[in-house]
């Protein structure tokens, strides 16, 4: 969803397009975090949705509940998939390691399952990014896969990637290196794809002054 490190000259989700709603069968603590923000954020808050794929679930969750969504995203495909799902939102292509001032200023920015596209040295510094976007309320909730590589290669759809993990107290730790404070980690086990699931940690926490 974030970049093309693996096939120079186009982003890998591209190939993979609307493949990816499908490997993912158990969405709930994902939409728990959306449901979270939208008791939390006021009305018309702004939220960044830093890698949206396709725009479902959260997205879409976010906007119909009236919170103002801008998306960014690498792929193009995929973004023409959220467009067409969720009207209301705004959508850039844009690549996660290249978050400016041009994208404004927002209350909250979500993160799920983008930042493993990532390698370790890099992630960091989109953390810094995101918080220097933050105002208000300065809320962020981020998911990744549970685990403990760098950069490790997988087959996804038949695309080869290269995937990032933390343990848990590990992505704490660096969120909070990156100037947040963690409010929330908890794991989770989801289903994925038929007869496979995963475990995964979802975080969330507010930007320090």
Same mark, same amino acid.
């Given at each position: 969803?974030?970049? &093309?490190?693996?096939? #120079?000259?186009?982003? #890998?989700?591209?190939?993979?397009?609307?493949?990816y709603?499908?490997?993912?069968? %158990?969405?709930?603590?994902?939409?728990?975090?959306? $449901?979270?923000?939208?008791?939390?954020?006021?009305?018309?808050?702004?939220?960044?949705?830093? &890698?949206?794929?396709?725009?479902?679930?959260?997205?879409?969750?976010? @906007? %119909?509940? &009236?919170?103002?969504?801008?998306?960014?995203?690498? @792929?193009?495909?995929?973004?023409?998939?959220?467009?067409? *799902?969720?009207p209301?939102?705004?959508?850039?292509?844009?690549?996660? *390691?290249? +978050?400016? #001032?041009?994208?404004?200023?927002?209350d909250?920015?979500?993160?799920?399952?983008?930042?493993?596209?990532?390698?370790?040295?890099?992630? =960091?510094?989109?953390?810094?990014?995101?918080?220097?976007?933050? *105002?208000? =309320?300065?809320? +962020?909730?981020?998911?990744?896969? +549970?685990?403990?590589? %760098?950069?490790?290669?997988?087959?996804?759809? %038949?695309v080869p990637?290269?995937v990032?993990?933390?343990?848990? $107290?590990?992505?704490?730790?660096?969120? @909070?290196?990156? &100037?947040?404070?963690v409010?929330?980690?908890?794991?989770?086990?989801?289903?994925?794809?038929?007869? *496979?699931?995963? @475990?995964?940690?979802?975080?969330?926490?507010?930007?320090?002054?």
């Open positions: 969803m974030t970049t &093309g490190q693996d096939t #120079p000259g186009q982003c #890998p989700f591209d190939l993979i397009g609307e493949r709603e499908q490997s993912f069968q %158990d969405r709930a603590a994902q939409v728990a975090e959306g $449901d979270w923000l939208i008791g939390t954020l006021p009305a018309g808050a702004r939220v960044l949705d830093v &890698g949206c794929g396709s725009g479902v679930p959260t997205a879409r969750q976010l @906007s %119909d509940a &009236g919170l103002t969504v801008v998306g960014i995203d690498e @792929s193009a495909t995929m973004l023409r998939l959220a467009g067409s *799902r969720v209301a939102a705004t959508f850039v292509r844009q690549d996660v *390691r290249a +978050l400016g #001032p041009e994208l404004g200023e927002f909250a920015a979500v993160s799920f399952f983008a930042l493993l596209m990532l390698g370790r040295k890099e992630i =960091p510094a989109v953390l810094r990014a995101i918080r220097a976007r933050l *105002r208000g =309320p300065r809320l +962020l909730s981020l998911a990744m896969v +549970l685990g403990d590589f %760098d950069l490790a290669p997988i087959s996804f759809f %038949d990637l290269h990032t993990a933390y343990p848990a $107290d590990q992505l704490a730790a660096v969120v @909070s290196d990156a &100037g947040f404070e409010t929330g980690l908890r794991q989770v086990r989801a289903k994925v794809a038929p007869g *496979r699931t995963e @475990s995964q940690v979802y975080l969330r926490a507010v930007a320090t002054d």
